[in-house]
Each structure stands twice: as C-alpha cells, then as structure tokens.
C-alpha cells in the first residue's frame, strides 16, 4: 500500500501542469498592436481597432474635400470592415496560438461496483495527467511561435492588398470620370460636324456620302459616350465599396483630373532584390518552413511514445480498506510505430520549402515586369502629355488662325478639334496605365503581390477623329 503523502505529490504536480499551461498566452492588443506598426512602417498609413462612433466623425472629416489618394486611403482603412476583420483574424490567431501551448486538463474516473451476491460495493477512483504534454511543451511551443509569426504576416498582406484595391479603384474612379467627361464634348464636336455637313448638303455643296460619314461619326460617339459614362458610374462604386462607405456616397468628390503618380524608379535589379526581401508571402512561408521542421522533428522523437500519462489510484475494498498508488499509462508501439505521423511531417515540409521556392521565382519575375512596365507606361505618359497634346493644341491654333484668315474650312476647324480630344483622350488612358504600373511597383516594395495588374485600361480611348474626306 501507498501513503497519502503520493497522492498529495501527484495532486501538487497536475496543479504545476495546469498553472505552467496557464502562461501560455499572447494578448490580442499586443497582436493589434505590431500589425498597426507594421503597416505604418510600410505605407505611413494608420489602421487600428475603432468605434463606429470615431468612425464616422473621420470620414465625414474626410470628405468635406474632393477625395485624394492620401484620403482615399484613410476612409478606407477606418471605414471598410475588411480591415477591422484582420484584428479578429489576429484574435482567432492569438487563440489558437494560447490552444496548441495548454497542457490537456487531467482525467478523473471512477467505478462502483456491487458484488452479485449483495453487499458493500467497491470503490475504484482514479486521476491521471499527460505527461508527455509537458514533455513536448517546449517543442510545441516553438511550433506555435512559427505558426503565429506566419498567421502575422499573412494578415499583414492582406491589408495591404485591401489598400492596393482602394488605390487602384480610386484611380480608375476618377479617370473614367475624366473619359466621360471628355466624351461629352467630343459629342459636342460631332454634333457640331453634323449640323455644319447638313447645311452644306441643303446647299448642294456637300455629297451625301460625306454627311452619312458624319452621321456615322456622331452617333459612334454618343454610343462611346454613354459607355463611358456607364463605366464611370461603375467605377465610383467600385470605389465607394472598396471605401466601405454606407452612407455619405453623395458626398464623394472626385478630383477633376488624375495627378501624375510620384516617381518611385524603375530599376530593375534594385526593384527585384526589394522584393524578394520586403515579400511578406515568403516571410510567412519561410516561418511555416520552420513550424514544419520543428513539428517533423517532435514526431520523430515521439514516433515510438506518442502517449504517456501518470496518474493516481485509489481503490477501496469491500471490507472497507484503502488502497492508493500510483498509476502509468503508454501505448506499446506493436503495430503503429509513428511512421505515419512522421511521414506527414517530413512530406509537410517538402511542400512548404517547395511553395517558398516557387513563390520566390514568381515574386522575382513579377518584380521585372512590374520595372519595366512601369518604364514603358512613364515613358508614353509622358509622349503623350508633352508631345502629343501639346502638338494637337499648337494645330488647333493654327487652324484657328487659318479660319479666321479664310485659309481653312469648317471641317479642317472641326477635325484639329477632334483631333486634340483624341489626343486628351491617349493622355488620360497613358495616365492611367502609369498609375497602375506605379501602384504595382510600389506594392511590391510593401511586400505584398499587387492583385491583377495589366497594362491594359479598363476604357478603350475613343477615337472621335475626321468622320470622312471633304
């Protein structure tokens, strides 16, 4: 028989157990806390947890102003709950983290039994606690430090790919309202063209076939016009969604034309070799790389022993003695010797360095097309806003000066008109294919993968030139 004095030493080690288990937490605020500091190292930006309350006291402050860049950005990162999400995402992160270090909680049992014959019954009670939970405590907790670091940088990255959105629907927003706008006139000029084709016509001066390629040319370009004051439309509210804005969208000013985007650079090399080093993917795929070492090798120690208990024992006769001991509780490894568990883990990390190495070639040729087409949209931007338009402006003048000198026609007046709207219209879409390029770039620098950039704009320019030969 055993004295109490085992049972009161078992008692005060499944008490340890569960206090050790006990300090295995990371707060949640301090989890809110580096993703906010995080960010502002990365964009200046501030994104924190915030009442409704303050919420709307901001964007309303924010909005008293046609909406910049810089705003765009604010409202989002206080209004959009996509944001807010991330710090519970942080949460769920911070419970799983407190989930994977506690020591599982001891088992009690207990069985009365009575003898068939009639009686006093028999009294079995017993208190176990894993102890190979407190063994692999040190092991499981470096898993779960990699784990958390790896959930840390992924909602990092999805913040700033929430900002890469609102970015690039504010630029979209705000060009395709410059389109629509450019378009009205163009529909002006047309109608212009028309008129002057029908007046010509009546007086005999003019062939039909000419005033057709007018007609033609007039309502080509209300039907683009009315397209792109439907894509506008969509536009904005695309831009309000991505702002999260509920209410006020009334009040959404848009700036009146697109400013040039700030020079960033287009080096190549230098924009490759940030890249790789800023990329929030690899960070969390290298922390899961180090997660999967550390669990492969907690199986491989645990493969032949993966459960052991201790526990204590109390039975009492029926004659009415105690008897108290101690108790130990493993699995013999007969027929599953851990290679399963062990394979897994090996083969988890074989996927893991497999996705980083992947992820690693895709960041860095994303990076070289991201330099160089941020060169080649730069390069016609500029083409377009001080040479081709500048040249289109000189013709309109000079054409001016030919009508107003009898040298010119109606038609050459009109045609140097739609010409300059064609070329406004090549310098908007050459901004706006800057500005993705540029949004692209610096997303990359941010260490986060821009989401479907292309070269391409969402509005085809419209072409408004000379309707036919007069």
């Not at 009639?118 to 898993?143: E, K």
């Not at 991505?242 to 090399?269: A, K, N």
């Not at 039975?315 to 699995?331: C, H, I, K, T």
């Not at 026609?409 to 908007?428: C, I, S, V, W």
Request: with cysteine; net charge negative.
């Amino acid at each position: 028989m055993t004295t109490p004095t085992l049972g009161a030493k078992a008692a005060a080690v499944s008490a340890l157990l569960l206090m050790t288990a006990a300090c295995a937490s990371v707060p949640q605020p301090l989890l809110e806390a580096r993703l906010g500091e995080a960010v502002a190292e990365r964009t200046g930006q501030t994104v924190e947890r915030q009442e409704a309350a303050a919420i709307e006291g901001q964007v309303a402050a924010l909005l008293a102003e046609p909406l910049d860049r810089d705003a765009a950005l604010r409202i989002a990162l206080a209004a959009n709950r996509s944001f807010q999400a991330e710090f519970a995402a942080l949460g769920v992160a911070a419970a799983d983290y407190h989930a994977a270090l506690v020591v599982p909680n001891p088992v009690f049992d207990a069985e009365l039994l009575w003898p068939s014959g009639g009686g006093r019954p028999a009294w079995d009670l017993g208190l176990s606690q894993s102890v190979m939970a407190l063994l692999t405590r040190s092991a499981r907790r470096a898993i779960a430090e990699s784990t958390l670091e790896a959930r840390e940088r992924e909602s990092l990255e999805r913040v700033l790919t929430l900002m890469h959105a609102v970015e690039r629907a504010w630029v979209d927003a705000v060009t395709d309202t410059e389109v629509a706008a450019l378009l009205v006139t163009a529909v002006e000029v047309t109608a212009a063209g028309v008129d002057t084709a029908e007046a010509l016509h009546e007086a005999g001066n003019l062939p039909r076939i000419d005033l057709v390629r007018e007609q033609r040319l007039h309502a080509h370009t209300r039907l683009r016009a009315a397209r792109a004051e439907a894509q506008a439309h969509a536009s904005r509210e695309a831009l309000l969604r991505t702002l999260g804005l509920q209410e006020h969208t009334e009040h959404v000013l848009l700036p009146e034309r697109l400013p040039s985007p700030p020079d960033v650079g287009d080096d190549v090399d230098a924009l490759e070799r940030v890249t790789v080093t800023a990329s929030l993917q690899l960070a969390a795929l290298e922390a899961e790389i180090v997660a999967a070492a550390r669990a492969a090798r907690l199986a491989e120690g645990t493969a032949l022993l993966p459960h052991l208990e201790l526990g204590l024992k109390a039975e009492r006769e029926r004659a009415g003695d105690w008897e108290l001991g101690p108790g130990v509780e493993f699995s013999l490894p007969v027929f599953d010797r851990g290679q399963g568990r062990t394979a897994r883990a090996i083969a988890l990390l074989e996927q893991r360095r497999a996705a980083w190495w992947q992820a690693a070639v895709e960041l860095r040729s994303e990076a070289r097309v991201a330099a160089r087409e941020l060169a080649w949209a730069a390069q016609d931007a500029r083409l377009a806003h001080e040479t081709l338009l500048p040249l289109a402006g000189e013709l309109l003048e000079l054409t001016v000066r030919d009508w107003n000198a009898m040298l010119a026609g109606p038609f050459e007046l009109l045609e140097a008109r739609r010409g300059q709207l064609d070329m406004a219209l090549e310098t908007l879409e050459a901004r706006r294919r800057q500005w993705r390029a540029q949004l692209a770039v610096e997303q990359l620098q941010r260490g986060a993968r821009p989401a479907g950039h292309s070269a391409d704009s969402s509005m085809t320019p419209v072409a408004v030139g000379r309707g036919g030969r007069h």
